[in-house]
């Protein structure tokens, strides 16, 4: 057996640790030659995940058809924004059947999910996606996490499952792609909020109210895409929400704390250095809510914040005074029918 991971930023290089740590060849693909070479020399990833040294087994290289000849495994881990150019560069380097686990949280212009990319770009390929509460800090520590494999393919999930699981990291399987990927992606517009929300210390109620409309505002969108709600209340769902919207290791609500306390967002996101997804996903979502009429007040809210220059306190003001609707939605048949 043997793996690929395109794309050397934080998460990507955790992946590559944690599958090269159950014995499987990694090939870590690296654009930049400048970042390679630091790699080469010091043996970690200094600049995404300093203090963690590549495990035995990892061979770094900006070489894309090295990395992909003899994969059976790859993962995709580079930002949403060059997700599609770089899935192109696959195109003829993937072996037919090859597995290929997109690792992006991202929807792209247009809505086109990650997934959605691949299985255009490599229409001979088995695709999946993992998604869930990975915060690749966490993970390189060794600290216990879970994730989400989703695929059509269930030789996908057994395979992912058998080459990522660790003492501390567990694997469950899922076959709704379109909904773990959607939660994956949607949750980074909502630590935006939370990050603004805590940087303001509007307090632990208020947090939490927050946490949980965000989840039902998650699924209502969900449901008008085709998604199962009930996939929102697993560890791609709820749990990805919870870890992201209450972590300062997220990027998103690093983002939303810089905001609240008055960056401008060009500032905050070069302050960052990394990419946060939840700006280009706010975007992406607000046009499609409004296509498909889906009531997303708070998604509606950051977006007026973020690009037409609304004052924050105007939006607070309006999502307190907004339609109070049901607590949940959402009912499972079997129990709504014994309720009638």
């Known amino acids: ?38 790699i080469l020399v010091h043996g970690e ?22 990395a992909l000849g003899t994969a059976d495994v790859v993962f995709v881990t580079v ?6 150019q770089v899935s192109a560069e696959l195109d003829g380097r993937v072996q037919p059947g090859t597995f290929v686990i997109s690792a992006t949280k991202g929807i792209e212009a247009g809505f086109r999910l990650m997934s959605q990319i691949l299985e255009e770009m490599l229409p001979e390929a088995r695709i999946g996606v993992i998604s869930g509460p990975n915060l690749a800090e966490e993970m390189a520590d060794g600290r216990y996490t879970g994730t989400v494999v989703a695929s059509k393919h ?21 076959d709704d792609v379109y909904g773990v990927e959607l939660g994956g992606a949607l949750k980074n517009i909502y ?14 109620n208020a947090l939490a109210m927050l946490v949980t409309r965000s989840l039902a505002e998650m699924g209502r969108f969900a449901v008008s895409m085709g998604a199962n709600p009930f996939t929102f209340l697993g560890l791609a769902g709820v749990g990805d929400l919870f870890a992201t919207c209450t972590s300062p290791l997220s990027r998103n609500f690093q983002l939303g704390v810089k905001l609240a306390r008055g960056t401008p967002l060009d500032d905050a996101m070069d302050e960052l250095g990394k990419l946060a997804e939840g700006v280009n996903t706010v975007r ?19 977006h ?27 009912v499972a048949p079997t ?6």
């Open 1 to 38: 057996m043997q793996a690929a991971v395109v794309g050397a930023g934080n998460f990507g290089t955790a992946i590559a640790n944690i599958v090269a740590s159950n014995g499987v060849h990694v090939h870590l693909w690296i654009r930049d030659e400048a970042q390679l070479a630091d």
């Open 45 to 66: 990833n200094r600049r995404y995940l300093p203090g963690h040294p590549l495990v035995e087994g990892i061979a770094p290289t900006s070489d894309l058809s090295r």
């Open 79 to 84: 930002p949403s924004a060059s997700f599609r």
């Open 154 to 174: 269930e030789e996908l999930r057994t395979t992912a499952q058998r080459i990522l699981t660790s003492p501390t990291f567990r694997v469950y399987s899922n």
């Open 191 to 204: 630590a935006i909020v939370c990050g603004m929300a805590t940087a303001l210390n509007v307090g632990q």
């Open 284 to 302: 992406v979502v607000h046009a499609k809510s409004r296509e498909l009429d889906v009531y997303m007040p708070l998604a509606d809210g950051l």
């Open 304 to 330: 007026r914040l973020l690009f037409d220059g609304a004052d924050l306190g105007g939006i607070i003001s309006g999502l307190m005074n907004s339609e109070q609707r049901v607590d949940v939605e959402f």
């Open 335 to 340: 129990v709504w029918s014994h309720q009638q």
